[in-house]
Each structure stands twice: as C-alpha cells, then as structure tokens.
C-alpha cells in the first residue's frame, strides 16, 4: 500500500433519493498513491458516492474533504480544478470532433483556470500534453479521426484521457472497462496502473470485473445496499464471509 498521508475522506456520507436510502453513512480514507476499488451491486451506491466526491449530488448528510479541504457540496468545476477528476459510467466523450480536439479541449479547461493570457502561454504545453497522452493510450495514430469513429474501448481509453487532461491527482474511474474486450480490460488496467505510479496519482476505481480490481488495487471497500460492508486488502476481501454472501458468491453483476 501506498505509504502517502491521507488525500480524500469521506466521513458519514448519506444520500437519500426521496425514500429510498442511496448511501448510508459511508466512511473512506485514501492515501496518496493508492488505487482503491469500490465493489458492490447494481444499485449498491458506488456512483452515487463518486456522485457526491465530484460535486454533482449534495449529500444528505456527511462531509467530503481533499487533501485537508471540506468541498462537501462544492460544484463539480471547483472540485475538478483542486484536482478530483470523473469519469462516467457512460461516456462523455465529443462524437462529432477529432480525438486531438477532444482532449486539447479537456487539457485547455485546466489551462484556462488562470486566465487567457496564462492559457497562450501555455498553448505550447497543452500540444505537449495532449500529445503524450494520447501516445500512452496508443491513440496518437487515430488523433485526427472523429471521435465518434473510435471503437466502443478506445472510446473508453479516450474518456480517461480526458480525465487525465485536466491533471487532477484524484482520478476517480467509474466502470472504465465496461463493453471492452478482454484484451481492453487488460491492457488499460496495466496502462491505469501505470499512470498511477508514474504520476503519483491516486485513484478511486468502481469496476466489476474481478479480475481487475483483485489484480489492481491496493484497497477495497465494498458497498451493498448503501453501506459499506466491508474494506480490506484483495485477499481479506476475497475471504470476507460477508462479501462472498453480498456480493462475491453467485453474483451475476
Ligand atoms: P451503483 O452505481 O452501485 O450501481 P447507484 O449509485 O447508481 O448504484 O444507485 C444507487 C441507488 O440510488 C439505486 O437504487 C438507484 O436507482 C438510485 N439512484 C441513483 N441516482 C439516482 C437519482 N439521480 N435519482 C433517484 N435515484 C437514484
Ligand atoms: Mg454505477
């Protein structure tokens, strides 16, 4: 595990839809540096909760705070420039402009932040960045092709780096290998983990392939029905009888 201090807690995090409880007095601390994989079922409130991290859903009740900052119930574009980046469930990606634009324009929002002159200055370094990330996502040979042209995977190896463009140090990945090929899956876990380490950056994975979050996190906490169950390294969660009965054993999600 990573040995960084703590960069995101959330302590006592509730969310209510009208009657229906979403998430319940949910508590996480993540170091810097760790990846740290959220599981649970379809309607256990692990989006709900990323929901809440990133600023698009108040919560009922609890507080969120980065790296020592309380940004409970701030809007999501202060959250994402101190540093916390999204991606959704279903993509977000621009289908009708080219890869290259797509994540020049997530990489120029960061640019942007201080001011127009700030953002001609760094024109240069925008170019760099968009270049090298789409390099590491072996996208560089598709820069100039429509989004919406992009198989179903590289479109999801597209929204992360978009994520990545705005150079948060929280990434936090909702379903990112959903409707890849097994192939995808493996290759983006490695690049993800990769990335992680290069840059110090800590991520927040929901992902329901097991495969991938018992080979790539550090951490996982599990949610069913709203509250977390159970937290622990892959193997004591792996072994935890209350998440083989909730989750792991014969679940079809
Ligand atoms: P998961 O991502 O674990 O599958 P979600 O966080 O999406 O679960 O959903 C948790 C529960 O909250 C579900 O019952 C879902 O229907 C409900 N829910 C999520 N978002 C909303 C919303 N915007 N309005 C009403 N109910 C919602
Ligand atoms: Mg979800």
């Excluded at 797509?102 to 201080?114: L, T």
């Excluded at 995977?153 to 909702?174: F, H, K, N, S, V």
């Excluded at 993800?192 to 906490?221: C, F, N, P, Y």
Aim: charged share 20%.
């Amino acid at each position: 595990m990573a040995a960084g201090g703590v960069v995101l807690e959330v302590d006592g995090v509730s969310k209510s839809f009208g009657a229906l409880s979403a998430l319940s007095r949910v508590g996480l601390a993540v170091s810097e540096g760790e990846v740290f994989s959220i599981i649970g079922p379809n309607g256990a409130g692990k989006s709900t909760l990323f929901n809440v991290i990133a600023g698009l859903h108040a919560p009922s009740a609890g507080r969120v705070v980065f790296r020592g900052h309380e940004i409970t119930g701030l809007p999501p574009e202060r959250i994402n420039r101190l540093g916390i980046a999204k991606t959704f469930q279903i993509t977000n990606v621009f289908p009708e402009i080219s890869v290259g634009e797509n994540v020049r324009v997530a990489a120029q929002s960061r640019s942007a932040d201080s001011g127009r002159v700030a953002s001609l200055w760094r024109a240069a370094d925008v170019e760099v960045r968009v270049t090298e990330l789409l390099e590491s996502f072996g996208l560089a040979v598709k820069r100039d092709e429509l989004a919406q042209h992009l198989s179903h995977g590289e479109q999801r190896y597209l929204e992360i780096c978009l994520a990545l463009a705005t150079e948060p140090t929280l990434l936090l990945l909702d379903e990112p290998t959903a409707g890849m090929t097994p192939g995808e899956t493996r290759d983006a876990t490695a690049l993800v983990r990769k990335i992680a380490l290069q840059r110090g950056l800590t991520v927040l994975l929901i992902e329901h392939d097991m495969s991938v979050v018992m080979g790539i996190s550090d951490r996982i906490a599990v949610l069913h029905f709203g509250e977390k169950i159970a937290e622990g390294t892959p193997e004591a969660i792996r072994s935890d009888a209350r998440v083989i009965e909730a989750y792991l054993g014969g679940a079809d999600d």
